[in-house]
């Protein structure tokens, strides 16, 4: 916020080192001007930038998250860019899944000598963010909410079978599964779709049952979903020994993450 | 290591960050931040004296870490990596932090909120700096061939200089003939030599020379890899080759502006100066008849808003063309409408001196009243006069600028270098490096960098060559130690690193524990991919570890709000 209460987005910019983040300094030599909201890291490769990295500044209260690498077919490393593309097409899927405006983060390319480009990129996001006010404020969610579903996000962003899955996208569409068999994008697609919701239902359920225990209808009812859509959400997380049961309430068992 | 003491140095950059940022109350404020043990600012940190102060501050304030807010490390991390080393402070313990090219350059009109951004990312450098650990170079071998993009004038004088000190050369060529913008020019200034037999025996040279490989009607596909060990792609008649070279030398050069619908431009009673010098080669020597009087207006199309650049040449071409002009046919009137005459230096001052000897007439006009082309006559308005004359013409000659090569943006994505707003090659610092590109082991000259006459642009290509020969002739490069580590205990043998790396630089191995993820430090370039993308986190950077990433990332937090 300025002084005047106006709301100023805190944007964090991550840049590949060859291309974005010279097009930035670009753009500074040629003295094109934009609005002094973002925060840039500066990375070798767009494809250093782990999905949890994004969310960890999100939680760290970014209100919008630019990711800028290379060109498609210039990337600096031959297919950093490619693996960044995969994960934060995923990372955007899940920040929607946790109820966080997909439009607050942002993949792009800038080249070297494109100072102007990224004069207008930061500006026009700048713009969009601004419209959007605050993270949480349009998603109409409590500062609270917001910090416990980005700890769920986070969990889902650092889990070994979403980050096996993306890392094998390009490999599996290319050269097929281990068998050799041919992937359909489409199919591969609806997976990672299928993983990375429950991952996340699983990770909201225990983020929920951190501090208090809970039945699986009160679970159902925090995370807005039917309980039998909880319920075997809970049955794995039991079985892997993330919760236990605490207790009962009634005839409801109360479950609650474990030590 | 001990308890971080970080050492923050902020560069006022004579008035280019001072002038547009609170200095006092930046230096203040990163005087409170946590490990910060000492604060300073300078007026240029990069000078001997800002350096020195450095180097007195790790020695006597025991600092262990050491921060510089400034330009941009691009140009300058280097530098102060040495200056670190010199001081005996292993130089991976430096951290840059950019205030100037991604700050105040581009804030301008908002002290205050620049002042304030400014304030987060030095607290999130420091935060960085706080994990930064020590890091020794590791050496490649450099490929002692080089690349060089475009045959002209500069291209042929690089390619020639690096080839005579026995470097393989590599040089492309878009168009049939080698030769460039010369091959149509008439002669030379000062001396007045012909152009055209001057390049042509640099053509013979590059094409006799046992170590240059010509390839014309060729165009570069693709350049990949790294300082020393560039992989390039040349397409030739719908054939491809591809080679390795250390290093790639830019010379693709500029093209003559068209000055559609200036001064009633028709290419024939109204050309340009590149196509009346052309007239002059094809006609050797000789007028059109019925050529008797020659006007030429000077600046058309540039310095104005659309390209407010001097093309730097046109001034000493009109001289030179006036010159031969009135040797040739004494009786010929020549005119020149100027807004300014740049006559550099003396050689070039006591030609234009003689030309009005010989009776040039030279009319300063200005942009707010441009002379207007008539039929058989021009009419201007003459600045020192003041009075409108009207001259005859059978011939308005117009000079117009050097523009941008024509794919001069393709090509500087492709080796990942900048170029300008008007499609000029952006060299890596004006006054320190302004033959390098940013990126090590590329380099330009000649046109393709700025308008250039003849005369710098050799020197440009000897000393780009120079700057080429220096990597090229030292069999290795140090490079940055950015590579994969990997944690064994937290690695379970998935095996994904190595599926993703591009550089086959990670591999499973048969360890005691099991099978491994192993990084080999040689191969590695230090992208990341593998560690972004670890199934059990166990994989991280060097110098771009996920502790340093993140301190980074969470010190965001204390932004102002």
């Given at each position: 916020m300025t002084a005047q209460g106006q709301f100023e987005p805190r944007i964090l910019g991550f840049l590949c080192n060859w291309c974005s983040y010279a097009g930035a300094d670009l753009a500074g030599v040629s003295r094109f001007q934009y609005p002094p909201t973002i925060r840039i890291i500066r990375v070798m490769c767009s494809g250093r930038v782990d999905p949890a990295f994004v969310v960890r500044g999100f939680s760290r209260g970014a209100d919008g998250v630019m990711v800028l690498g290379c060109h498609p077919g210039d990337c600096h490393y031959a297919t950093g860019n490619y693996y960044a593309q995969n994960r934060i097409k995923a990372l955007t899927r899940l920040l929607e899944l946790a109820g966080i405006l997909p439009e607050r983060l942002m993949l792009d390319w800038v080249s070297a000598g494109e100072g102007k480009r990224f004069a207008t990129l930061v500006t026009d996001f700048t713009e969009r963010i601004r419209a959007l006010g605050p993270l949480g404020q349009s998603e109409g969610l409590s500062n609270d909410e917001l910090q416990q579903r980005l700890a769920a996000a986070s969990r889902v962003a650092h889990s070994q079978q979403i980050r096996w899955l993306i890392g094998r996208k390009r490999d599996m569409l290319d050269k097929g599964d281990v068998y050799s068999q041919p992937v359909d994008p489409e199919a591969f697609e609806a997976l990672l779709e299928e993983t990375l919701s429950t991952e996340y239902l699983k990770s909201r359920l225990l983020e929920l049952a951190t501090d208090r225990a809970l039945s699986v209808k009160e679970m159902a009812g925090a995370v807005g979903v039917a309980p039998r859509v909880v319920l075997p959400q809970v049955a794995a997380l039991e079985q892997a020994g993330l919760i236990s049961m605490v207790g009962i309430e009634g005839r409801s068992p109360k479950y609650m993450r474990g030590e | 290591m001990s308890e971080a003491k970080v050492g923050v140095f902020v560069c006022h950059c004579g008035s280019n960050i001072a002038g547009f940022l609170d200095l006092p109350a930046l230096v203040e404020y990163t005087q409170q931040l946590p490990n910060v043990a000492f604060v300073q600012d300078n007026l240029y940190t990069c000078a001997d004296a800002g350096r020195a102060q450095i180097a007195k501050a790790i020695a006597?304030?025991?600092?262990n870490r050491v921060v510089v807010a400034s330009c941009t490390p691009r140009t300058h991390e280097p530098l102060f990596r040495s200056t670190c080393q010199q001081a005996g402070l292993n130089p991976y313990l430096f951290e840059f932090v950019n205030?100037?090219?991604?700050c105040s350059w581009v804030h301008m009109q908002e002290r205050e909120q620049a002042t304030e951004k400014a304030k987060d990312l030095i607290r999130m450098g420091v935060a960085r700096a706080v994990f930064l650990e020590p890091g020794e170079e590791i050496e490649v071998d450099v490929v002692p061939a080089a690349l060089v993009v475009g045959a002209g004038l500069a291209g042929l004088t690089a390619a020639l200089s690096l080839a005579n000190r026995g470097l393989e050369v590599k040089l492309v060529e878009r168009e049939p003939t080698m030769g460039g913008l010369l091959r149509s020019k008439h002669r030379l200034y000062p001396t007045g030599e012909g152009a055209r037999s001057w390049i042509a025996a640099k053509i013979e040279a590059a094409k006799k020379h046992p170590n240059i490989e010509v390839f014309t009607e060729a165009e570069v596909r693709a350049v990949r890899g790294f300082v020393g060990n560039y992989e390039v792609v040349v397409e030739q008649g719908g054939r491809e080759f591809g080679f390795s070279v250390g290093a790639v030398i830019v010379a693709t050069g500029a093209k003559v502006f068209e000055p559609i619908g200036q001064y009633g431009y028709d290419g024939s009673k109204v050309v340009t100066q590149a196509e009346f010098e052309k007239s002059l080669v094809d006609q050797h020597g000789e007028l059109d008849p019925g050529v008797h009087s020659i006007v030429m207006i000077q600046c058309v199309g540039s310095r104005n808003e659309e390209r407010p650049y001097c093309s730097r040449i046109c001034c000493m071409t009109a001289v030179k063309n006036a010159l031969f002009i009135k040797e040739a046919n004494p009786e010929v009137g020549v005119y020149v409408i100027y807004r300014d005459m740049l006559t550099l230096g003396a050689v070039y001052e006591a030609l234009y001196r003689e030309a009005r000897g010989r009776g040039v007439i030279f009319l300063q006009y200005s942009p707010d009243a441009p002379p207007t082309v008539g039929d058989g006559q021009v009419t201007v308005y003459d600045e020192l006069l003041g009075q409108t004359l009207t001259v005859p013409s059978d011939l308005v000659v117009l000079a117009s600028p050097l523009v941008g090569q024509d794919g001069a943006a393709d090509l500087a994505q492709m080796l990942k270098v900048p170029v300008d707003e008007h499609g000029f090659f952006l060299e890596a610092h004006v006054k320190l490096r302004p033959l390098d590109f940013a990126t090590d082991g590329m380099y330009l000259c000649g046109c393709a960098h700025w308008p250039s006459d003849v005369g710098e642009t050799v020197a440009q290509a000897h000393g780009a060559a120079a700057r080429a020969a220096i990597l090229l002739g030292a069999g290795a490069v140090a490079v940055e130690p950015i590579v994969s580590v990997v944690d064994e205990n937290a690695?379970?043998?998935?095996g994904l690193c190595e599926t993703v790396c591009p550089y086959k630089a990670i591999v499973l191995k048969d360890t005691e524990v099991g099978r491994k993820a192993s990084t080999i430090a040689a191969s590695c370039k230090g992208c990341g991919v593998c560690g972004a993308g670890c199934p059990e986190q166990a994989i991280t950077m060097q110098h771009y570890s996920n502790q340093q990433l993140l301190a980074q990332i969470d010190a965001l937090a204390e932004m102002a709000g």
């Amino acid at each position: 916020m300025t002084a005047q209460g106006q709301f100023e987005p805190r944007i964090l910019g991550f840049l590949c080192n060859w291309c974005s983040y010279a097009g930035a300094d670009l753009a500074g030599v040629s003295r094109f001007q934009y609005p002094p909201t973002i925060r840039i890291i500066r990375v070798m490769c767009s494809g250093r930038v782990d999905p949890a990295f994004v969310v960890r500044g999100f939680s760290r209260g970014a209100d919008g998250v630019m990711v800028l690498g290379c060109h498609p077919g210039d990337c600096h490393y031959a297919t950093g860019n490619y693996y960044a593309q995969n994960r934060i097409k995923a990372l955007t899927r899940l920040l929607e899944l946790a109820g966080i405006l997909p439009e607050r983060l942002m993949l792009d390319w800038v080249s070297a000598g494109e100072g102007k480009r990224f004069a207008t990129l930061v500006t026009d996001f700048t713009e969009r963010i601004r419209a959007l006010g605050p993270l949480g404020q349009s998603e109409g969610l409590s500062n609270d909410e917001l910090q416990q579903r980005l700890a769920a996000a986070s969990r889902v962003a650092h889990s070994q079978q979403i980050r096996w899955l993306i890392g094998r996208k390009r490999d599996m569409l290319d050269k097929g599964d281990v068998y050799s068999q041919p992937v359909d994008p489409e199919a591969f697609e609806a997976l990672l779709e299928e993983t990375l919701s429950t991952e996340y239902l699983k990770s909201r359920l225990l983020e929920l049952a951190t501090d208090r225990a809970l039945s699986v209808k009160e679970m159902a009812g925090a995370v807005g979903v039917a309980p039998r859509v909880v319920l075997p959400q809970v049955a794995a997380l039991e079985q892997a020994g993330l919760i236990s049961m605490v207790g009962i309430e009634g005839r409801s068992p109360k479950y609650m993450r474990g030590e | 290591m001990s308890e971080a003491k970080v050492g923050v140095f902020v560069c006022h950059c004579g008035s280019n960050i001072a002038g547009f940022l609170d200095l006092p109350a930046l230096v203040e404020y990163t005087q409170q931040l946590p490990n910060v043990a000492f604060v300073q600012d300078n007026l240029y940190t990069c000078a001997d004296a800002g350096r020195a102060q450095i180097a007195k501050a790790i020695a006597e304030q025991d600092l262990n870490r050491v921060v510089v807010a400034s330009c941009t490390p691009r140009t300058h991390e280097p530098l102060f990596r040495s200056t670190c080393q010199q001081a005996g402070l292993n130089p991976y313990l430096f951290e840059f932090v950019n205030i100037r090219d991604q700050c105040s350059w581009v804030h301008m009109q908002e002290r205050e909120q620049a002042t304030e951004k400014a304030k987060d990312l030095i607290r999130m450098g420091v935060a960085r700096a706080v994990f930064l650990e020590p890091g020794e170079e590791i050496e490649v071998d450099v490929v002692p061939a080089a690349l060089v993009v475009g045959a002209g004038l500069a291209g042929l004088t690089a390619a020639l200089s690096l080839a005579n000190r026995g470097l393989e050369v590599k040089l492309v060529e878009r168009e049939p003939t080698m030769g460039g913008l010369l091959r149509s020019k008439h002669r030379l200034y000062p001396t007045g030599e012909g152009a055209r037999s001057w390049i042509a025996a640099k053509i013979e040279a590059a094409k006799k020379h046992p170590n240059i490989e010509v390839f014309t009607e060729a165009e570069v596909r693709a350049v990949r890899g790294f300082v020393g060990n560039y992989e390039v792609v040349v397409e030739q008649g719908g054939r491809e080759f591809g080679f390795s070279v250390g290093a790639v030398i830019v010379a693709t050069g500029a093209k003559v502006f068209e000055p559609i619908g200036q001064y009633g431009y028709d290419g024939s009673k109204v050309v340009t100066q590149a196509e009346f010098e052309k007239s002059l080669v094809d006609q050797h020597g000789e007028l059109d008849p019925g050529v008797h009087s020659i006007v030429m207006i000077q600046c058309v199309g540039s310095r104005n808003e659309e390209r407010p650049y001097c093309s730097r040449i046109c001034c000493m071409t009109a001289v030179k063309n006036a010159l031969f002009i009135k040797e040739a046919n004494p009786e010929v009137g020549v005119y020149v409408i100027y807004r300014d005459m740049l006559t550099l230096g003396a050689v070039y001052e006591a030609l234009y001196r003689e030309a009005r000897g010989r009776g040039v007439i030279f009319l300063q006009y200005s942009p707010d009243a441009p002379p207007t082309v008539g039929d058989g006559q021009v009419t201007v308005y003459d600045e020192l006069l003041g009075q409108t004359l009207t001259v005859p013409s059978d011939l308005v000659v117009l000079a117009s600028p050097l523009v941008g090569q024509d794919g001069a943006a393709d090509l500087a994505q492709m080796l990942k270098v900048p170029v300008d707003e008007h499609g000029f090659f952006l060299e890596a610092h004006v006054k320190l490096r302004p033959l390098d590109f940013a990126t090590d082991g590329m380099y330009l000259c000649g046109c393709a960098h700025w308008p250039s006459d003849v005369g710098e642009t050799v020197a440009q290509a000897h000393g780009a060559a120079a700057r080429a020969a220096i990597l090229l002739g030292a069999g290795a490069v140090a490079v940055e130690p950015i590579v994969s580590v990997v944690d064994e205990n937290a690695c379970i043998g998935c095996g994904l690193c190595e599926t993703v790396c591009p550089y086959k630089a990670i591999v499973l191995k048969d360890t005691e524990v099991g099978r491994k993820a192993s990084t080999i430090a040689a191969s590695c370039k230090g992208c990341g991919v593998c560690g972004a993308g670890c199934p059990e986190q166990a994989i991280t950077m060097q110098h771009y570890s996920n502790q340093q990433l993140l301190a980074q990332i969470d010190a965001l937090a204390e932004m102002a709000g």
